[in-house]
Structures are given as structure tokens and as C-alpha cells.
């Protein structure tokens, strides 16, 4: 079956021809939302907070507002990227297992870092360890995410697979899918975040097995070069 990839004006336009005169589909989405269209999104980060000015502030003290999603905080916790970690690790909705797997995850990664930390002999290779989780799962978390991926692409009867540049958020969602999978090939002594853990601190030093498979992608998609062409036709 075709891949079927219509946008909004394009449907518009397609409901147009068959008579459904002055559709608008972008009307159809105010007209059912729950707030009206004058409603600003909030603001609740600090920063974006201190950063307006008094007339600004003015404006805004005047307007409706909308109310703040579950996950909008203020507090210097917040991360989005972790967030979006935690909601992958998540399976049949329970966010309270996946939030302890995380938790206990950054608590090993902390562990491992600091045994590396007390058995440096320099005060130099004490320096170059990092002891913050979390900055230890943004470089993971970098250094697996591709920059191209294969897609399928049907000519005279051959599926090509033609090498294409990835989005962002589908190379930041294969990236953390590739750390979860890594850790999943485990023993059946060993438990889930103790593997995650170690998988994470080798991936912020450029080792394990999801960069090696960003690695492995990136070579497949060197060898069918020869293929781009295909993107266009």
C-alpha cells in the first residue's frame, strides 16, 4: 500500500474539488478546542520569567491564560530529555516502575563513577571524571544519536534502501531506544538498571553496544550512497 502523506492544505484542497466549499481545517481544530484562541500559554519557567520586562509583564497580567500541563515545573529537576527517557522505559502505562528503574539507574551510574573517581591516583584524572548522572546521560545519550537512516524506497519492483537525514526527535527517540535495547541483552542475574547504568557510562565515553550499532547504521548508509538519487524520483 502507498505511503499516504497529506497535509493540511492539501487535504483542504482535495475537500474543496469535491464540493465541500470554504473548508478550513485549521477552523475545525479552534472550534473544538477546550480554551479560546485569545488564551496564552503559560509561563513557568524562571528564566523566561525574569527575562520579561515591565511592559510585558503588564500585558500579560491582563490576559487569560491557560493552565499548565503535568509535566510544566519550575524546578531545577525538571529535564525534558530525562522525561522523555522515562516515558520509553514505561510500559502498560506504569510510570511508577519506570520512574524507580530510572532512578535506581542514575543512582549506579553515580556508584560506577565514583569508584572510577577514588581509584584515580592523579588529582588530573580525578578532574576528567564525571560525577553528575545527568550530565553523563545527555553525553550518552548525544553520542548514540544518527544523523541518517535508511528508508525503503520501491523502484521497478526492488525495494532500495536509500540513506536520508534523520529528524532530530526521531534520532533522539532511536538513540535512547538503542541504550533500552543494549540493556536489555542481559543475564538473568542481573537486573535491568544495573545494565542500563553501565551502558550509559560507557556511551558517554563513545563505547558499548548502541553506539556500535549508530556505527553499524552509519556504514550501511555510507554503502548504499549510490542510492540517494532515489529521495527525488
Known amino acids: 500500500m502507498a505511503n499516504?502523506?497529506?497535509?493540511v492544505a492539501s487535504i483542504t484542497n482535495l475537500l474543496n474539488n469535491y464540493g465541500f466549499k470554504r473548508c478550513n481545517l485549521t477552523s475545525f481544530k479552534r472550534e473544538y478546542s477546550v480554551f479560546p484562541q485569545h488564551y496564552i500559554k503559560p509561563i513557568y519557567r524562571k528564566e523566561e520569567q525574569e527575562a520579561l520586562q515591565s511592559e510585558e509583564m503588564m500585558k500579560i497580567a491582563h490576559q487569560q491564560?491557560?493552565?499548565a500541563f503535568v509535566t510544566d515545573t519550575c524546578?531545577?529537576?525538571?529535564?525534558?530529555?530525562v522525561l522523555k527517557f522515562m516515558n520509553i522505559i514505561m510500559r502498560h502505562g506504569n510510570r511508577k516502575l519506570a520512574r524507580t528503574l530510572l532512578t535506581k539507574t542514575f543512582e549506579g551510574v553515580k556508584r560506577i563513577q565514583l569508584q572510577r573517581y577514588h581509584r584515580a591516583k592523579t588529582d588530573e584524572e580525578k578532574d576528567n571524571i564525571?560525577?553528575?548522572?545527568?550530565v553523563i546521560f545527555h553525553q550518552a545519550v548525544d553520542n548514540c544519536t544518527p544523523i541518517l537512516h535508511l528508508i525503503g524506497c520501491r523502484k521497478g519492483?526492488?525495494?532500495?534502501?536509500?540513506?536520508?537525514?534523520?529528524?532530530p526527535i526521531q534520532a533522539q527517540h532511536k538513540s535512547m531506544n538503542w541504550l533500552i535495547e543494549a540493556a536489555k541483552k542481559k543475564e538473568d542475574v542481573q537486573r535491568f538498571y544495573d545494565t542500563l547504568a553501565k551502558e550509559l557510562v560507557l556511551a558517554s565515553q563513545n563505547q558499548g553496544c548502541a553506539v556500535k550499532w549508530?556505527?553499524?547504521?552509519?556504514?550501511k548508509c555510507q554503502a548504499n550512497r549510490a542510492y540517494a538519487h532515489f529521495r527525488w524520483l
Do not use: M
Open 65 to 67: 491564560v491557560k493552565p
Open 130 to 134: 564525571e560525577l553528575d548522572p545527568f
Open 214 to 219: 549508530k556505527e553499524e547504521l552509519h556504514k
Open 4 to 7: 499516504l502523506r497529506l497535509s
Open 157 to 167: 519492483g526492488i525495494t532500495y534502501q536509500v540513506p536520508s537525514p534523520i529528524s
Open 75 to 81: 524546578s531545577e529537576f525538571y529535564d525534558a530529555r
